[in-house]
């Protein structure tokens, strides 16, 4: 029975792998495609539905298959009358999960 409904935000690099480890896993997945607002790089939002008992399980999947990345973003160097970028890592990567109780679920 469905009692969970996760929201995961993963980047696009990892989403594939971590799509196919969720179905190897039986849990079914819908995957949507967005954007970060932050940075603006694509991600893929991930949509499951599961028991409580298998919370535990998709966790799990998503540490083994989303990983964190440093990447370079161009910033203005505060106090210069000309545009001189600077170049600040900033890691991004893993996943972003929320989960919600579900009181009712239908199929029609």
Same mark, same amino acid.
């Given at each position: 029975m469905i009692n969970l409904l996760m929201f995961a935000v993963?980047?696009?690099q990892d989403s594939d792998q971590t799509?196919?480890?969720l179905n190897k896993a039986g849990l079914e997945?819908?995957?949507i495609g967005s954007t970060g607002?932050?940075?603006g790089r694509r991600n893929a939002t991930l949509i499951i539905g599961l028991d409580r008992e298998d919370y535990d399980k998709a966790i799990e999947i998503f540490r083994n298959n989303c990983r964190?990345?440093?990447e #370079?973003?161009?910033?203005r160097l505060e106090g210069s009358p000309?545009?001189?970028?600077?170049?600040?890592?900033v890691t991004v990567g893993g996943a972003t999960i929320f989960?919600?109780?579900?009181?009712? #679920?239908e199929q029609i």
């Open positions: 993963v980047q696009i799509v196919e480890a997945v819908t995957r607002g932050f940075l964190r990345r440093t #370079y973003i161009a910033t000309f545009h001189l970028p600077l170049t600040t890592p989960t919600f109780p579900v009181e009712k #679920y």
